[in-house]
């Protein structure tokens, strides 16, 4: 039972940031046609760009293959999150690490956008990502935030500014087997 219970947390952790806001709307434009459509209409005023040097945390990157994890590779949350989203131990540990810690990224994104913000997640995977969906006005762009908070100084959040209108695409997932 206390092995389950914790698997559910862990998972309800790092999922989080994914469910929260999804409605599973899908009848906006894919951002890639509309950043497209943006750049090769003369007529349409300029989009509203996010100025990421208000963002940028100023530390250094850090070396992932040697970085001090506050979770340990072989502990059951990091076992549990590998074998949720099918992916290796190392990759698992910095998901969960940095996941705990994209709020920070997160909260100074939004300091710039905030009427235009519509929903955000974060991707689970081999290439996790903070993708930020706002109003068609917002210029869509992508920077590599580096974390500052001493949780995850020096792990890279890549974050992506997605001008699609979307509330979230993503669905909810199964109760987990025992």
């Avoid at 497209?36 to 208000?54: G, K, N, Q």
Wanted: net charge negative.
């Amino acid at each position: 039972m206390a092995k389950r219970l914790i698997s559910m947390m862990v998972i309800a952790t790092a999922s989080m940031w994914v469910l929260t806001g999804c409605d599973n709307a899908t009848d906006s434009v894919d951002a890639t046609e509309q950043a497209a459509e943006t750049a090769t209409d003369a007529s349409t005023p300029t989009a509203d760009t996010i100025d990421w040097s208000l963002v940028d945390s100023g530390e250094k990157p850090a070396d992932p293959t040697n970085y001090k994890y506050p979770f340990a590779i072989d502990s059951q949350n990091v076992q549990d999150y590998a074998d949720y989203f099918k992916v290796d131990a190392a990759t698992a540990q910095h998901n969960l690490t940095v996941s705990m810690a994209s709020n920070e990224a997160l909260s100074k994104a939004l300091d710039q956008l905030s009427e235009t913000y519509v929903s955000h997640e974060l991707t689970d995977g081999n290439d996790m990502t903070l993708i930020i969906h706002t109003t068609p006005d917002v210029a869509a762009s992508r920077y590599d935030y580096v974390l500052s908070d001493d949780f995850a100084k020096g792990l890279v959040l890549p974050i992506v500014i997605q001008p699609d209108g979307k509330k979230g695409d993503v669905a909810a997932h199964g109760e987990m087997v025992e």
